[in-house]
Every structure is written in C-alpha cells, then in structure tokens.
C-alpha cells in the first residue's frame, strides 16, 4: 500500500524558507507513470495547488507562487522535497503531498498533511 | 484560473437522504472534474474521478455526473460517515483548481 508522509519544522519565521519533505513508501518514486505534487489548505485559500514534480526533477509550479517555489526529488531515498521563500502569514497552512499519474489524472494518494504556522 | 464553484456551500441532512452537489467551472473542462471528500483532520480522498468514474473503493452510493461546466457529486442513501466536506477539482487546464468546498453536516 503507497503511503506519503510529511515532515518538517511546525513553525516558520516571516520572511524566511519553508523546507518540507515527503517520503514515499510501499512504492519507488521512479516509476515513470507517476507525478508527485504539494497542495496546501488554508481557511484563507482553499485547497490550492502549489507545484508538480516527476522523479527526473522535471516540475511544474502555480504561477502564484512561482517566484517563490522550489521542488526537488531525491529517488534514491525516494523523496521530494518543496521549499517557499519570503514566507508570510498567508503562507500558513497545511500542506500536503501527493501522487497523481498522468495528465489530468487527479490526485489519488496523499499524505496525512503538516500544519505550519508562518510566526515570528 | 478556472474558478470552481461549488452549490450549496453547506448542507442538512439525515442518515438515509440523498443530497446532491453542483459544481459549476468558469469555462469548459470537459469530462476533467474529481470529487474528493475530506473528515476532519484528514487528507483529501478521492471518490469520483473524470465526472462520472467511481475510485476502487468508493462504496456504490457516490456517483458524479455531467461534463463541460456543469458537474453533480450524488450521495444516495448517506451513511454516518459521510458526513464531510466535498470538494471538486478541474485538471482539464492548469493551475488545477479546486472548489471551496460544500460541508454535508447532521441536521
């Protein structure tokens, strides 16, 4: 069974990096049909997409956040990371991580999900 | 961005009803719209995905429907636990958007 797990600091200073991880397992992050992504969660904003990344580094970003997003992978310890810059108080909320296949396929695996407040 | 809006944006209802939730997307998606319920505390799951496609799963008494810019989630018979919040989803043009979701609740 996949699972996904989110790890990272609970609390993140305004105006400093947001760094997270999520480690897959019960399946290699390698397999070429499969797309792995962060979503966050906010009471403010929804559910809203942030960015999408094949295990080669290949990745996708919301323009909204573009200038501020990095994904990374990690396949040989079969993880991916994200880090958001400059963060704000509208920054905090839970993210998640997640597994979708192809193109317009939705998101069918996803991690527990991780609050992080952005506070100084 | 295609906005996605969800009808109503909450609802009551008893163990036994049916309920039905709209989705309504600013331009066409095709057949591109999921469901996804979420309880409290926990991730999003998928229910419904290409509109009408039930995930392995996903008990019988969900169905989704529609295509272009309208889109329905059907709960036939609700069970304790589906009481949540529903959310739709477009992946036809990115950024993928999602609604804001519609809370079943006990009336």
């Known amino acids: 069974q996949l699972q996904l797990h989110e790890s990272g600091p609970g609390v993140v200073k305004p105006s400093e990096t947001l760094s997270l991880t999520c480690t897959v397992s019960g399946g290699s992050i390698r397999r070429s049909e499969y797309f792995w992504g962060w979503i966050r969660q906010s009471p403010g904003r929804g559910l809203e997409w942030i960015g999408t990344?094949?295990?080669?580094?290949?990745?996708t970003y919301n323009p909204s956040l573009k200038n501020r997003v990095t994904l990374s992978v990690a396949a040989s310890v079969n993880q991916f990371s994200l880090r958001l810059s400059s963060v704000t108080a509208a920054d905090t909320a839970i993210y998640f991580c997640?597994?979708?296949?192809?193109?317009?396929?939705?998101?069918?695996?996803w991690g527990q999900g991780t609050l992080v407040a952005v506070s100084s | 961005d295609i906005q996605m809006t969800q009808s109503p944006s909450s609802l009551s209802a008893s163990v036994g009803d049916s309920v039905t939730i709209t989705c309504r997307a600013s331009q066409s998606v095709t057949k591109y719209v999921h469901w996804y319920q979420q309880r409290p505390g926990q991730a999003p799951k998928l229910l419904i995905y290409?509109?009408?496609s039930v995930q392995r799963g996903v008990p019988p008494r969900f169905s989704g429907g529609g295509s272009d810019t309208h889109f329905t989630l059907a709960i036939t018979g609700l069970q304790p636990e589906d009481f949540a919040t529903y959310y739709c989803?477009?992946?036809?043009?990115?950024?993928?958007?999602f609604g804001q979701g519609t809370k079943v609740e006990v009336k």
């Open positions: 290409a509109a009408s």
């Open positions: 997640a597994r979708r296949k192809e193109s317009q396929k939705p998101w069918d695996y």
């Open positions: 989803q477009q992946t036809h043009i990115p950024p993928r958007t």
């Open positions: 990344i094949f295990y080669n580094g290949s990745s």
